[in-house]
């Protein structure tokens, strides 16, 4: 029997992009030590005090099925973290509990695609992207967000390429952007709002990254003049209160929208479970004490990487503006980000994401997970450097010779 054509085609040409991750994990299992800075996993669990809430909500009884839009109380105080954080009115309505922020994205293109119709990414983009919309029925094009703007999308290139494709109908953005560590500024904002108004795009803002700007200010789009109804906002708890396998995300809209994916929900996950709402109800409603917890060792974390690379003639860092990665450019090395990070793996034992698992435009550069302690993580980028450099001077030495025939 075979398989469908639409979950067959979700991996373009059966890589997904995280070889070297799966490459490191194989010799973790063959009890070969490895740093692995690839995936955006905290180094320091759920705090206690989420898990004690849980726990008790489990044994109070909250096991059962639960809403499935999501416990009133949950939606209320995501509506209210929004509404505070955006200015823009913000009630339950507007707002639907899923299983992660993954599930989110995947519930929001459903929402705003129908089978054949295009949508558009920003180049570099997530890995997962690609396959999300293609998951959905739809068909990507990608929007190039330049290194020399860095990584600031241009609202002219997102008319081009909607006008390029007539049947686009999204635009999916991400700010702090994963894997550039670009935060959208307002103006870049404003100049993406008015693309989408121009060629009537819905715009899917995620959004998970929104508790960890180093520098400038998180703005989400849907606060913009006209976008409220037609922007998907996207968050989550993974990132900003470190419950990753919790699988606890929302999106944020249009309540007519809202209902839709309700409605998805209904026939896909059935919501998720309750204790795992009561905690995260409960971790929202303390504020930014634990966000500012779980961002703090990333906002450490990232002088590490500038001091290391501060200056250096053959590793150049993207703006580290938010997030929880450094993506650094490689090219003097005269290696792709593919072909050294398997260098990088085979010699010295570290594991990062080369910049092609994120598209076109990531080509030649790597992304480095701020996710390892201090000690571990400053030792890792003094490998990397000094692997950087020799592999440079290695390339310069070839080319010299070259010339010399």
């Known amino acids: 029997m075979r398989v469908s054509q639409r979950l067959g085609t979700i991996v373009a040409g059966r890589d997904d ?13 063959s009890g070969i030590r490895v740093v692995d800075l690839t995936v955006g996993e905290h180094d320091t669990p759920t705090d206690p005090a989420i ?42 309505e507007n707002v639907l509990i899923v299983p992660g922020g993954q599930a989110g994205l995947f519930a929001a293109h459903l929402c705003a695609l129908d089978a054949g119709d295009v949508g558009l990414i920003v180049d570099p983009y997530y890995a997962t992207y690609p396959g999300t919309l293609r998951a959905a029925g739809g068909h990507v094009r990608t929007v190039t967000a330049r290194a020399v703007d860095g990584f600031q999308l241009r609202g002219d290139d997102v008319v081009s390429a909607a006008e390029a ?32 108004r121009e060629t009537d795009l819905w715009l899917v803002s995620d959004e998970v990254y929104d508790g960890q700007v180093w520098d400038g200010a998180h703005v989400s789009p849907r606060a913009l003049p006209g976008m409220a109804e037609r922007t998907l906002v996207v968050g989550s708890m993974s990132k900003s209160y470190a419950m990753t ?20 929900a209904t026939h896909t996950t ?15 409603t303390e504020g930014d004490t634990l966000a500012d917890r779980v961002a703090a060792p990333f906002r450490r974390r ?9 200056g250096h003639p ?15 450019d490689i090219r003097a090395t005269g290696m792709s980000g593919s072909a050294f990070a398997e260098v990088l793996l085979a010699e010295a034992r570290i594991a990062v994401m080369p910049g092609e698992s994120f598209g076109q435009a990531g080509a030649g550069h790597i992304r480095i997970a701020m996710t390892a302690e201090d000690d571990a993580f400053g030792a890792a980028l003094s490998a990397v450097v000094a692997v950087a450099e020799r592999l440079a001077i290695g390339a310069s030495e070839t080319g010299a010779a070259e010339l010399g025939r």
């Open 314 to 328: 053959f590793l150049r860092v993207a703006p580290m503006q938010g997030g929880m990665y450094a993506f650094v």
């Open 51 to 92: 898990l004690d809430v849980m726990d008790q909500a489990a044994r109070a009884g909250a096991t059962r099925y639960a809403a499935v839009p999501g416990i009133d109380a949950l939606r209320d105080a995501v509506a209210e973290r929004v509404q505070a954080q955006s200015g823009v009115a913000t009630a339950r």
């Open 165 to 196: 494709a007539p049947q686009a109908r999204s635009l999916l953005v991400n700010s702090p952007n994963n894997p550039t560590g670009a935060v959208y500024t307002r103006r870049t904002l404003e100049g993406i709002a008015d693309a989408c």
């Open 245 to 264: 396998g919790s699988r606890l995300g929302w999106v944020v809209g249009p309540s007519a929208a809202i209902a839709a994916m309700a409605d998805l």
């Open 270 to 284: 059935y919501g998720v479970p309750g204790f795992i709402q009561e905690a995260a109800r409960w971790a929202l």
């Open 302 to 310: 990232r002088r590490l990487v500038v001091a290391a690379f501060a």
């Open 17 to 29: 992009g995280w070889g070297v991750l799966y490459s490191a994990r194989a010799l973790r299992a």
